[in-house]
């Protein structure tokens, strides 16, 4: 295999093992989308990472810190107690390139040995107080009781802004911003000022609730109520200290996505269709547009203090674990912001595989290696420590995008991409900086084609590998310490799905070609670890499932509530979209239903003896090497 200037790989070894080589019209089109055929990129920045209190030896210039200090390097040599962050070095020699200096701590933090928890999609874990949609006071109430319960954390998908209009985009992995929140997450009737509309803000709430009569999630009607809501206590509202603190915080970031939000309604939710003079963030006539519609700008930064300080209130019982999406909407306020960033003409996407023969295009920009890493790296900084606020761990979807990305240009067909190249080294030595900052652990999804090194090299720097049941040869006993281990994903049968055979008649219905041998050897296999009947009871074969997946030594396991209330089908059936109601699915009797399972109490009671498992190991002065290590 051999990469060009521009990162692209001339080919790829595919899920079957099988060499696949990459044609020139596929190569030719990423680099026109990279903006530099004629030429390879040219180096206006370098970036050096360097772990804490290892040696490092710089020409003569000036180091300035991340926090405005300075240091004069005569010697060229970096002082042994520089602080982890992101400082800039100027050289001497104005003919060099200036550096961004990445000083890492090398290593995520780890959580505690034998952690588990419920795994989510927030939206559906809605309750009677709800208004159609899971929210951030249901967060916190399912958080409560798995404290209760023994449980040390709940991970949830990407709850990451949409447009703010109608429709709403369905699929959290599809944000139009990775850096703020969505207001549909919103309880109401804790926004300061809410008991002030009274009787209004009751007849809102009534047709909210009545939403919750549809197993379909309607965002749509969810907007509307929550929205003339939110207006209406905005309107009296007195500005706070602490939104104003907030605003500061946040910065020229919240200004932008504001502005987005307030040129979104006026002239739809993708930026690429604006009058030309809109599409620069940076621009003056956006700057015209903020100053003529300033409560409007307001109204939606006060929209994001909400949500900040409500997630705050859910995280305070026990570990919030976010779900950072792999990319945005391409005519989103992220892409806005950073559309010279972003190549424009590509999406990312997997190559074919066992379970999506025809390989799978997500309509995501890829950032341009090149003009990240100029860039400072600065997007990817914003992102992750966006995403880690008030969380107590990360799950980096595809984390193999750190490492490459499958490009597919414009027309070509998922079939027809190509690999490009990042510096996972960088990217990495940030993730460790942004978690230490937090106090989260790691995990990376790295599920699907994965290269040769890379969970070695997400191993050193304490990443967890996520293993499932469903993928994984071995039983769960034998899985890698540094992992979270799980039965399924939003995207895979649950297992009432896969035991019942109900997904898979879901796919033939869908004519979506499923591979019949994988998932009956899926079914076989639980079959045989759980020593189950062909006809075992459904309670009994998800309890058993459970019981296999708490002998795992992972650092952590997740439950899905999906499995604690039997349901049959997925969150998502990768390759539809209209075809299912993908991202919409409530669970059946919500939250009042999941702490009444007598299903819930025995997969609770299996886990609970991994707690037990890890105590004996702890009383016996077992310790990790990794944990040593740090």
């Given at each position: 295999m051999a990469t060009d200037a521009w990162g692209i790989d001339d080919g790829y070894e595919d899920a079957a093992g099988q060499w696949q080589d990459v044609s020139k019209e596929t190569i030719s089109a990423i680099r026109a989308a990279m903006v530099s055929e004629a030429q390879p990129p040219t180096v206006c920045r370098e970036v050096r990472v360097v772990r804490k209190r290892q040696s490092m030896v710089l020409?003569?210039?000036?180091?300035?810190?991340?926090?405005?200090?300075?240091?004069?390097?005569?010697?060229?040599?970096?002082?042994?107690?520089?602080?982890?962050?992101?400082?800039?070095?100027q050289?001497?020699?104005?003919?060099?390139?200036?550096?961004?200096?990445?000083?890492?701590?090398?290593?995520?933090?780890?959580?505690?040995?034998?952690?588990?928890?419920?795994?989510?999609?927030?939206?559906?874990?809605?309750?009677?107080?709800?208004?159609?949609?899971?929210?951030?006071?249901?967060?916190?109430?399912?958080?409560e009781w798995s404290k209760t319960q023994g449980a040390g954390l709940v991970l949830i998908n990407p709850i990451s802004a949409a447009a703010p209009i109608i429709p709403q985009q369905p699929s959290p992995y599809y944000p139009s911003s990775r850096r703020f929140l969505n207001p549909l997450y919103l309880r109401i009737e804790e926004v300061p000022g809410a008991n002030r509309l009274g009787a209004e803000l009751e007849t809102l709430a009534v047709a909210g609730r009545a939403l919750n009569d549809k197993r379909v999630i309607d965002r749509d009607s969810v907007f509307h109520l929550k929205m003339e809501a939110l207006e209406k206590i905005w309107r009296g509202t007195k500005i706070d200290a602490a939104f104003d603190r907030f605003c500061a915080e946040r910065g020229r970031e919240l200004e932008q996505f504001a502005a987005y939000c307030v040129l979104a309604e006026?002239?739809?939710?993708?930026?690429?269709?604006?009058?030309?003079?809109?599409?620069?963030?940076?621009?003056?006539a956006v700057e015209a547009v903020v100053a003529s519609n300033r409560d409007r700008h307001r109204f939606h930064q006060w929209l994001q203090w909400l949500l900040d300080e409500q997630l705050a209130r859910a995280a305070?019982?026990?570990?919030?674990?976010?779900?950072?999406?792999?990319?945005?909407?391409?005519?989103g306020a992220d892409a806005w912001v950073w559309r010279d960033l972003y190549a424009q003409g590509c999406s990312v996407g997997a190559p074919p595989d066992l379970y999506n023969r025809q390989g799978q295009d997500w309509g995501l920009p890829p950032f341009i290696p090149h003009k990240l890493r100029a860039a400072g790296y600065g997007p990817f900084i914003q992102t992750l420590r966006a995403t880690l606020r008030h969380a107590g761990g990360l799950r980096i979807d595809h984390v193999m995008g750190l490492f490459r990305l499958y490009w597919i240009p414009q027309g070509f067909g998922a079939a027809r991409g190509a690999f490009v190249r990042y510096r996972a080294d960088e990217m990495l030595a940030i993730a460790a900086i942004e978690s230490h900052r937090a106090g989260a652990f790691v995990v990376g999804e790295d599920l699907g084609t994965v290269e040769e090194g890379v969970r070695e090299t997400l191993a050193d720097h304490q990443v967890l590998s996520y293993r499932l049941f469903?993928?994984?040869?071995?039983?769960?006993?034998?899985?890698?310490?540094?992992?979270?281990?799980?039965?399924?994903?939003?995207?895979?049968?649950?297992?009432?799905g896969m035991w019942s055979g109900h997904d898979l008649a879901a796919q033939r219905s869908l004519s979506l070609n499923p591979n019949e041998k994988a998932l009956n050897d899926i079914r076989n296999k639980l079959a045989s670890l759980g020593h189950l009947d062909p006809h075992a009871r459904m309670d009994d074969v998800i309890?058993?499932?459970?019981?296999?997946?708490?002998?795992a030594a992972s650092y952590v396991a997740t439950v899905s509530l999906d499995d604690v209330l039997a349901v049959t089908e997925r969150p998502n059936?990768?390759?539809?979209?209209?075809?299912?109601p993908n991202w919409s699915l409530a669970l059946p009797g919500g939250l009042e239903a999941i702490e009444k399972s007598p299903l819930a109490k025995r997969i609770v009671a299996a886990m609970r003896k991994r707690n037990r498992k890890q105590g004996r190991l702890k009383r016996h002065g077992s310790r990790s090497r990794v944990q040593e290590k740090t």
């Open positions: 020409p003569p210039g000036k180091l300035t810190l991340e926090d405005g200090g300075s240091i004069d390097l005569v010697g060229g040599k970096l002082p042994p107690d520089l602080p982890s962050g992101y400082h800039d070095f050289p001497q020699d104005e003919r060099q390139p200036p550096v961004r200096l990445i000083v890492t701590p090398g290593r995520c933090p780890l959580p505690p040995k034998g952690l588990w928890g419920w795994a989510t999609q927030l939206y559906a874990a809605r309750s009677q107080q709800s208004w159609g949609f899971g929210d951030l006071a249901d967060l916190r109430r399912l958080a006026h002239h739809g939710a993708d930026w690429r269709t604006w009058p030309a003079k809109l599409q620069d963030a940076g621009g003056p305070g019982d026990v570990a919030i674990v976010q779900d950072l999406a792999i990319g945005v909407d391409p005519g469903w993928f994984e040869d071995e039983p769960p006993s034998s899985y890698p310490e540094l992992s979270m281990a799980a039965v399924t994903t939003h995207d895979l049968p649950t297992i009432a309890e058993r499932a459970y019981l296999l997946l708490s002998d059936m990768p390759c539809t979209t209209n075809e299912c």
